[in-house]
């Protein structure tokens, strides 16, 4: 759940936890190095999705930040306990579109709530929608230790002294669950040249209109670089604009938290390639942060690293033990307490 934060605050999109996008992975099937494997995690409780929302995955392949492939996922009214699913692909032009457009590849396909991933074949694809453990991992206490919360709702205001680790070594995420869409594909369909930039939206409609309100690309830059007052603009906003629109907002915060330079800032975003927000990722190479995303990536240690201009120290968590080396790859849901 990197991107789950909304400040200290901690509020989903329109106060709606399933239309909260929590993280974006890339990486090369362990089974098979010629196939890439995307994940989009949403819902944090782990529940039905929202069924007038639009959940994308979208891939732009020659470096110019629009869409040149979008997976959109939309999802049915839940009834007695039960959801479906369907999927279309889009391209070209067609993947620029708001609406869930292009090829329909699966339609109402089962929601997968219980132990047994539901997992739908269609032509090269294979996909999967539904509750699975949640492999991101996190010391929240020792986040919270970081940074003044008294009466401030974000993550600008940096109050570590350097004296005391802040970390209180334990996960705060062992047992949780989340909403997980999985796509798996033979990497040449993606036609990275060398790479692609992958990014997540949810869309909603309200009131006959379609609402961007929440987006994924790098691990914890939107939680960590917004504030209240930025996030639902930031959420609505296009990775075609961010390095415009985003860069002084950054530079600024940078300067607060690792006592950076405005030159300094600018040198380390664009060698970080955290503008756009997008993750970036060359299937010709391993897939380990900040070339896609793999389950033991700590992003965390990452995220304060960047900010803190290296002075945070680890925080010695441990990926968790629970993944799969098949699909979907997100290990067995955990047992909902209640």
Not at 15 to 23: F, I, N
Request: glycine letters at 8%; one cysteine or more; proline letters at 7%.
């Amino acid at each position: 759940m990197s991107n789950h934060f909304t400040g200290l605050s901690l509020g989903p999109p329109l106060g709606d936890q399933r239309l909260d996008l929590c993280d974006l992975y890339a990486f090369q099937s362990p089974k098979d190095p010629e196939r890439t494997v995307l994940i989009l995690n949403a819902n944090p409780q782990a529940d039905a999705l929202h069924p007038d929302a639009i959940y994308r995955l979208a891939i732009d392949n020659n470096n110019d930040l629009l869409n040149d492939i979008a997976f959109s996922f939309v999802f049915s009214t839940p009834q007695n306990g039960k959801q479906t699913f369907d999927v279309f692909v889009a391209k070209g032009d067609e993947s620029r579109s708001v609406e869930a457009s292009g090829t329909k590849v699966v339609s109402d396909a089962e929601v997968s709530f219980g132990p047994t991933p539901n997992i739908v074949k269609s032509g090269n694809y294979t996909f999967f929608a539904g509750a699975r453990s949640d492999a991101f991992f996190f010391d929240y206490d020792g986040i919270k230790n970081l940074y003044d919360t008294s009466g401030k709702k974000n993550f600008t205001s940096m109050h570590w002294d350097g004296a005391k680790s802040p970390w209180s070594g334990v996960d705060s995420n062992t047992t949780a669950n989340v909403f997980s869409m999985v796509i798996e594909l033979p990497t040449s369909e993606l036609e990275a040249n060398p790479i692609i930039r992958i990014w997540g939206r949810c869309s909603v409609r309200k009131d006959g209109q379609l609402l961007h309100v929440d987006r994924a690309g790098h691990p914890s830059v939107s939680s960590f670089f917004n504030t209240d007052d930025t996030k639902e603009e930031y959420n609505a906003s296009e990775p075609v604009n961010d390095y415009k629109r985003w860069l002084e907002l950054f530079i600024h915060l940078m300067g607060h938290t690792g006592d950076y330079t405005r030159e300094e800032s600018i040198a380390a975003i664009n060698e970080s390639g955290i503008l756009p927000d997008m993750l970036s990722f060359d299937p010709s190479k391993p897939a380990a942060y900040p070339n896609g995303r793999v389950f033991t990536d700590d992003v965390i240690n990452a995220r304060l690293s960047f900010l803190s201009k290296g002075e945070i120290p680890p925080d010695g968590l441990s990926p968790h033990t629970d993944t799969l080396s098949e699909f979907p790859y997100l290990g067995t849901p955990h047992a909902i307490k209640g």
